[in-house]
């Protein structure tokens, strides 16, 4: 079956996941991404390409710094950009998805960009909507974040150039989190030789190992040696039932703190996707240290996003 | 109907000798990827200008976008001087339909007001587009329409043209 990213050429149409993605798409993103860094960093931090393009923003689920960065990365490119906050809007009313997606096409959309508590709700609206209009999956359910998956595969190349000698471990609530999948099919996309995901066992989703990756429940092993820990957020508001017993305990056995860094390679970087529960997945004093990157991920974040979506409109 | 073509670096050597004069310490190189940036080295090395050279790639200001969608391999432009009150010589292999012109006078001004801003190009193949000009011309040739003429580096890094269908 076709990828149903691709259009007939091999080229990115929508983005709704890396999985099954081509490298050299991710890589013609990530060189991409490079030239826009150099854009947000001037004074006037905008380039004409899609002036004249609707980019609706299309959040059913409420997350402003995801939102707030796709709105950066489309003004940035001179596009319009719309803010649909659908959790309160006609959804509620009754309108269904494909409804809504009908009438902001009728209104002339160029590219929508989808969060959705749902699985698979972006490929829906792309396998829906007309030929010319373009989809970026900001997040559906626990499914895939792709172009988070990019920005920290960004980063890392920024930081290691190399991902063929790298030992990269993934560390928290990884069963919640889309984040860690999408940049788990990333990583290996790209050749990282040692995946490592460390967290309890109520927290690490079962047949995760198919994926290649090494799972450890005891952080001090897992991150041995690692050039680069992701730390994940412990999202309390997806936990159902008693997965956990609290945030102090988890702490203590997860948290990263400056002396558990200290097993991993001294020029270890830390990354995390945000937003930090600072005490919680990590320590204050970790999250300020030199070997966070986690400032720079925001920052690359935008160009990634510019990339991506000045890729899928010209195609 | 193949034209000869003229040897790029014997033209090189005639733009060296046509902007030397022209040259102050407020003067800025600026290439334009790919084949401009190979003859703005040679030039700011010949010219010894003070000012670093500058790079564009204006993929993110084509006019054609929407018909060829973003180049597959797009280049960081640099400009590693402060362009406000500079005398820039933007500095391109072939000057054609002066489209690429116009998208890296747009880039330019993004960075800031130069009080000037010239055109030094290898050859001028006419068929303009835009109302375009070069101050500085290698040599002025005719190519029919639809042929490509660009410039690139043999395997010994001479400059040569060459002349695509």
């Known amino acids: 079956m076709r990828n149903p990213q691709l259009n007939d050429e091999g080229e ?190 109520t927290l690490i989703p079962a047949g995760v190992d198919k994926l290649g990756v090494t799972v450890f429940h005891d952080l001090e092993r897992g991150l041995r040696d690692v050039d680069v820990v992701v730390m994940l957020r412990l999202q309390s508001e997806r936990m159902r039932g008693a997965l956990l017993p609290s945030a102090q305990e988890f702490f203590k056995y997860y948290g990263l703190t400056q002396e558990k860094l200290a097993l991993a390679k001294p020029d270890a970087i830390v990354m995390h996707p945000g937003p930090m529960n600072r005490g919680v997945e990590i320590d204050s004093a970790v999250a300020d240290g030199s070997h966070a990157v986690i400032l720079p991920q925001v920052t690359f974040g935008i160009a990634v996003r510019m990339a991506v979506m000045s890729i899928l409109a010209g195609n | 109907m193949t034209p000869a073509l003229p040897d790029p670096e014997t033209l090189c050597a005639g733009l060296v000798r046509e902007l030397k004069p022209h040259i102050t310490a407020d003067t800025a190189l600026v290439g334009i990827h790919t084949g401009g940036v190979w003859l703005a080295e040679r030039l700011h090395a010949a010219l010894g200008i003070a000012l670093p050279l500058g790079l564009l790639d204006i993929s993110f200001y084509r006019d054609d976008f929407d018909k060829t969608g973003l180049h597959p391999q797009i280049k960081p432009t640099q400009i590693p001087f402060e362009v406000d009150g500079r005398h820039i010589v933007l500095v391109d292999d072939v000057l054609y339909t002066g489209r690429t012109v116009r998208g890296a006078m747009n880039e330019l001004f993004d960075y800031g007001r130069p009080a000037s801003i010239s055109l030094a190009v290898l050859i001028d193949r006419g068929g303009r587009e835009l109302p375009v000009a070069a101050q500085y011309v290698g040599a002025r040739l005719e190519v029919p329409s639809g042929r490509m003429l660009v410039l690139d580096l043999d395997e010994n890094g001479k400059l040569r043209l060459k002349l695509d269908a």
Do not use: C, W
């Open chain 1, 12 to 201: 990115l149409r929508h983005l709704l996941t890396i999985e099954g993605l081509p490298r050299e798409i991710l890589t013609h993103i990530l060189d991409t991404a490079t030239s826009f860094v150099g854009v947000t960093a001037r004074e006037v931090k905008k380039v004409p390409l899609l002036r004249g393009k609707s980019v609706f923003n299309l959040f059913f689920e409420p997350s402003t710094r995801t939102r707030t960065t796709f709105e950066i990365a489309a003004k940035r490119l001179s596009a319009d950009v719309i803010n649909l906050n659908i959790a309160v809007s006609s959804h509620t009313k009754g309108e269904t998805l494909l409804d809504t997606v009908d009438n902001l096409s009728a209104m002339h959309a160029d590219m929508f960009v989808v969060r959705h508590a749902q699985s698979g709700a972006p490929h829906l609206i792309a396998s829906h909507v007309a030929s010319h209009l373009h989809v970026i999956n900001a997040g559906d359910g626990r499914h895939a974040h792709p172009t988070q998956g990019l920005l920290d595969l960004y980063t890392i190349r920024h930081y290691k150039k190399d991902f063929t000698r790298l030992s990269v471990a993934i560390v928290g609530d990884v069963l919640h989190s889309r984040v860690a999948r999408s940049l788990i099919h990333a990583l290996t996309l790209m050749g990282t030789p040692d995946l490592r995901v460390i967290g309890p066992m």
